[in-house]
């Protein structure tokens, strides 16, 4: 039986979490699938639309 609200990560509890989210912001390469597909599909858009993506 688990307590609602209460988990545990152990990938938190090492670092890896952290370590993955500091590499992602250094470099801009998302460490997710969906974010990795994301970046790839936007680009992708970009290029064959013609339009640069506008930074915020």
């Not at 970046?39 to 339009?51: C, D, E, F, Q, R």
Request: glycine share 12%; aromatic share 6%.
């Amino acid at each position: 039986m688990k307590i609602p609200g209460l988990s545990f990560s152990w990938k938190r509890a090492v670092g890896i979490t952290s370590a993955k989210q500091k590499f992602a912001r250094a470099t801009g390469i998302p460490t997710t699938k969906s974010g990795l597909e994301r970046k790839i599909g936007s680009m992708v858009l970009g290029a064959v639309t013609g339009k640069k993506k506008r930074k915020r």
